[in-house]
């Protein structure tokens, strides 16, 4: 081969190695950025950086033609709208950043060497983060729940109005975006019950039927809650209609 075919040869051979996502793929992404960011306290990572840190990936994630890395950026589009509107919760951020790793490890075995070992590591923190997001709200609601439980335990008419509201909004939150029935009718006892607190006139027995029936939808929705959550929604349950009977 003459020196001037072989250089075109050399030549043929860069090009094409330039027109190939995967080969570019690891001087384009900061993949150890990456991994450092979300090794560290996720809670203390403003919704600036975070939104930033998507954005930088998610454009060029677009424009790669794989179908599996076009899922990704997809999803990296709908992270970043959830972060940026302040209002998700940590099932609804969990379950995007769960099915953004599982992706990840998917691609992983298929990619080159020099992306494989980092790639499988970012899909494995990515699904860890978004279990983690998943049982961090879990805890938290499994203590609100708690800490209503030990309210009704204790002396109802020593209640403030302003802290029983508050209670209520946060259930209300919570509960009114599900698409479940029962708890879309607890989600309006809720309402209710806020309502007639707002009301000067409101009497003990008003009271009473509201509590009454949502007791009772409290222990229907705690036979369809998950393991950890049934035990106290139970509980919840029954107290309510016991603080119902009481005012009756």
Do not use: C
Request: without cysteine.
């Amino acid at each position: 081969m003459s020196s001037q075919q072989k250089s075109k040869s050399e030549q043929g051979k860069t090009a094409a190695k330039k027109e190939s996502p995967a080969a570019n793929k690891a001087d384009n992404l900061d993949l150890d950025s990456l991994l450092s960011a979300l090794e560290g306290d996720l809670t203390a990572l403003d919704s600036e950086t975070a939104t930033s840190l998507i954005e930088e990936w998610y454009t060029y994630l677009q424009k790669v033609k794989e179908p599996e890395i076009k899922e990704i950026a997809d999803n990296l589009k709908q992270l970043k709208q959830l972060v940026k509107s302040g209002k998700a919760t940590g099932h609804e951020i969990g379950e995007v950043l769960t099915e953004i790793g599982e992706q990840a490890g998917n691609v992983a075995s298929d990619t080159d060497k020099e992306l494989k070992t980092p790639l499988q590591k970012l899909g494995k923190q990515l699904r860890n983060i978004g279990v983690s997001l998943g049982k961090a709200e879990d805890r938290e609601q499994i203590e609100h729940i708690e800490s209503v439980i030990e309210t009704l335990e204790g002396d109802l008419t020593k209640i403030e109005p302003e802290a029983a509201q508050g209670a209520i909004d946060t259930w209300y939150t919570l509960l009114h975006k599900s698409e479940n029935e029962n708890l879309q009718e607890v989600a309006n006892g809720l309402k209710e019950l806020k309502q007639l607190l707002k009301r000067k006139t409101a009497k003990g027995t008003d009271f009473a039927e509201v509590l009454t029936k949502l007791g009772e939808q409290t222990q229907q929705v705690a036979t369809e809650a998950p393991r950890g959550f049934k035990g106290p929604i139970q509980r919840l349950g029954k107290l309510l209609s016991k603080a119902g009977k009481s005012l009756d």
